[in-house]
């Protein structure tokens, strides 16, 4: 594994792969949809709104002509919307390489649930991927060497906790401990699913990433933090070599996180790193995979 600053160019053709991203209208998810468009894989652009879709898809073609991308809309809090998403989804595909799950939403200033009543940010960062990744397992099973990568965040360390008594938010709300539970969900999750396909010998490897702080709409909720991430945030294409580098690195193994290092984690190459002990917890995974297939309604067929 390179121990040098890691970039884009490391990346070779990603030609004959199916690559999907969530969240692929704005910020890193955009930029991924246009690296790895320029790398020659075909990426579907999945978003909730198909105008800024259009307008960010234009964006990738205006950048590369030749790209390969379409656009597919999923709501990522509405599990009605992520089945019909993956009905369409194959409909269409037969395969998938890569699926990036990194569409997310961060403190919302008050208390906001999904269509079926979730907290939204453990209901759209965590519960809706793993609804989304759930429902398209048996396309990356049948795909060999096929990656899930999931966006996490330093968030993850600053609460440090599942809220199994009150997941939902719904006793107290913090949108920060909500936030950080739902970046702390995004790598139990990777982590588990990694040793789910392992102990069924499936092809496939689960990692993740986080972007340290990058300027991007993500903080446009809360305008103190927004014009602190404007003012300390590193530019996007920096901040998606992380999430880039965990999806296409040769000869990955399962279960890398890879972001910026240092102990703030703010900025810099990606380089591979460790989550918080928690995040390795098994018990602690299995729990949060049992009540998330509760609560979504879709169960793993490995
Ligand atoms: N930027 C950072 O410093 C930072 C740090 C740590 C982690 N992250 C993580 O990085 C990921 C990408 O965020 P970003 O920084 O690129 O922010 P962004 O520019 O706000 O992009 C977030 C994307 O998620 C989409 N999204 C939100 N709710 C959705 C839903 N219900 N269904 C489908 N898509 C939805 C947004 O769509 P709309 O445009 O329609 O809202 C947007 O495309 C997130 O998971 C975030 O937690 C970012």
């Not at 969530?22 to 709104?49: D, F, H, P, W, Y």
């Not at 079926?116 to 099973?141: C, P, R, S, W």
């Not at 049948?142 to 966006?151: D, E, F, L, M, N």
């Amino acid at each position: 594994m390179s121990n040098s600053n890691w970039t884009s160019a490391e990346i070779a053709s990603q030609k004959g792969k199916i690559i999907l991203i969530t969240g692929a209208n704005s910020g890193l998810g955009l930029e991924a949809a246009s690296v790895l468009s320029q790398k020659e894989a075909t990426v579907i652009m999945a978003v909730r709104n198909l105008e800024k879709g259009q307008a960010a898809m234009k964006q990738v073609l205006a950048q590369n002509p030749k790209a390969q991308v379409e656009l597919m809309q999923v709501d990522l809090s509405d599990l009605e919307s992520i089945a019909k998403f993956s009905e369409d989804f194959h409909a269409r595909f037969s395969r998938l390489d890569i699926l990036l799950n990194n569409a997310g939403i961060m403190f919302p200033p008050k208390r906001e649930v999904t269509k079926q009543g979730f907290e939204i940010q453990f209901g759209t960062n965590h519960l809706g991927h793993f609804a989304l990744t759930g429902l398209l397992l048996d396309l990356i099973k049948k795909t060999q060497g096929a990656r899930v990568v999931t966006q996490s965040s330093i968030a993850h360390k600053f609460n440090g906790e599942i809220n199994f008594p009150d997941l939902n938010w719904e006793k107290s709300y913090n949108e920060m401990k909500a936030y950080s539970q739902s970046k702390l969900a995004n790598l139990l999750f990777t982590y588990q699913l990694d040793r789910l396909f392992k102990a069924h010998k499936i092809n496939a490897i689960a990692t993740a990433s986080h972007p340290g702080v990058t300027a991007t709409n993500l903080f446009r909720s809360n305008g103190i933090v927004s014009k602190m991430s404007s003012f300390i945030g590193q530019k996007v294409s920096m901040g998606t070599l992380p999430l880039l580098r965990a999806a296409t690195e040769p000869h990955l193994v399962g279960a890398e996180y890879f972001g910026p290092p240092g102990v703030v984690g703010f900025r810099g190459f990606p380089k591979l790193l460790k989550s918080s002990n928690k995040s390795y917890n098994i018990n602690l995974a299995q729990e949060l995979w049992i009540v998330s297939e509760k609560l979504t309604g879709i169960t793993y067929t490995f």
